[in-house]
């Protein structure tokens, strides 16, 4: 008896030679699941289908490709990753299935390989959205991330509390062009700032535009999902003028949004309520690793909250918060830990992939008159 992995494919073919198409109108009839993203293929970035984690499908040529055969009417692909978010359901999902069921069929993604198929190791990976229209983190949204710097005693104390009131979210903005930056490339420690810090997030893209979505009705919103992280500058203001909390300072620098390595559409993934796991290290120690059973808020609650101040529009990005284990924290290492120059942090969720990116600390110091953030060693040290 055949089985049902064996039956799917079986299935999909005489459907292809019986209609002479590849209409794939729902997860059940792709053959092959895929991912998103944004690749330099020869000097020039494009939009790219992702396989099996290794393989990166140029989508303009693929299409062509499968158009050319003759059993799709033509259809224009999307010059960017927004422009591909924006038209997901509104007939390009159809679309990418039934490239990826022509791919596999052909068994272009095995033997013969197209020239518009690359090996990951032979393409520059970019950040899959170049740039996102804003990008919202929720602070303080895993228990274990409560109070990482006081002594046992206050620690329980401060999560108990938490559980017994965990309040509304606090969502704050991250800057995209210039904070946004992809798989492979540096985190900038800015000149003389010394306690740079580091946090892995899901990042959830939007898919459709939201304004007072319920929780109970935000996944119709979702596009998908890839890993983020927040990286955070715990060296403060200097003295003197306004003494709040500066967070733009703490997490709006250049560089301090890595984002990818690419996106896997809601469909592939699933609930990440029920399946999250996300870890960080840095060299190789292991620094975080959590699950979604130590958010504070759902992601849905999160995507509610977030819609009730401003819309959400197609390629937005609302990460969910980090755990325990950041640098500044010393509930787990016992003391405080930063960045170093020459570094590697790697930062991974199952299901999505790792985002890797160096650690590189500006050398030379800013030349101006001084209205500019100064070194931590000029006021605290």
């Known amino acids: 008896m055949l089985s049902k992995k064996s039956i799917r494919p079986l299935l999909a073919f005489l459907l292809f030679i019986s209609t002479n198409s590849l209409l ?3 997860i059940d009839d792709i053959l092959a699941p895929f991912k998103v993203g944004t690749f330099a293929i020869n000097g020039e970035a ?7 984690d290794s393989l990166i499908v140029e989508l303009d040529a693929a299409n062509a490709a499968l158009e050319k055969a003759g059993s799709v009417p033509a259809l224009p692909m ?4 927004i422009q591909l978010i924006e038209r997901y359901e509104y007939g390009l999902k159809r679309r990418l299935y039934e490239i990826t069921n022509h791919l596999v069929l052909n068994n272009l993604l095995d033997d013969g390989q197209p020239a518009w198929v690359h090996g990951l190791d032979s393409v520059d990976t970019l950040p899959p959205i ?7 983190n929720a602070a303080v949204n895993f228990y274990t991330h409560v109070n990482e710097t006081g002594t046992a005693e206050e620690i329980a104390a401060a999560r108990r509390e938490r559980r017994e009131n965990r309040g509304a979210p606090y969502l704050f903005l991250k800057p995209t062009r210039g904070a946004v930056i992809g798989d492979g490339d540096s985190v900038v420690i800015p000149y003389g700032r010394n306690q740079t810090d580091w946090e892995v997030e899901l990042g959830t893209v939007i898919g459709t535009t939201a304004k007072y979505v319920s929780a109970d009705n935000a996944w119709d919103h979702i596009f998908g999902f ?3 992280m927040d990286i955070s500058d715990r060296g403060g203001r200097p003295p003197g003028g306004f003494q709040g909390v500066d967070w733009f300072v703490g997490k709006g620098h250049d560089t301090f949004a890595p984002m990818g390595p690419w996106i896997v559409p809601k469909e592939f993934f699933g609930d990440p309520m029920e399946n999250l796991r996300q870890t960080l290290d840095v060299g190789d120690q292991r620094m975080q690793e959590s699950t979604a059973g130590d958010m504070i808020h759902s992601l849905y609650e999160l995507m509610e909250y977030a819609s009730s101040l401003i ?5 937005d990005v609302l990460n969910n918060g980090t755990s325990g284990g950041v640098g500044m924290g010393t509930s787990v290492r016992g003391e405080q830990r930063f960045l170093q120059d020459g570094e590697v942090i790697e930062a991974s969720i199952d299901g999505i992939g790792k985002l890797r990116v160096n650690v ?3 050398k030379s110091r800013p030349q101006g008159t001084g209205a500019q953030l100064p070194p931590v060693n000029s006021y605290r040290e």
């Not at 170049?130 to 919202?136: A, D, F, L, S, T």
């Open 24 to 26: 794939a109108q729902s």
């Open 46 to 52: 494009r939009v790219g289908l992702v396989y099996r």
């Open 78 to 81: 999307p010059a960017n990753m």
């Open 130 to 136: 170049m740039y996102p229209g804003k990008i919202m």
């Open 226 to 228: 890839m890993v983020t």
């Open 311 to 315: 819309t959400l529009y197609p390629g």
């Open 360 to 362: 590189s600390a500006e």
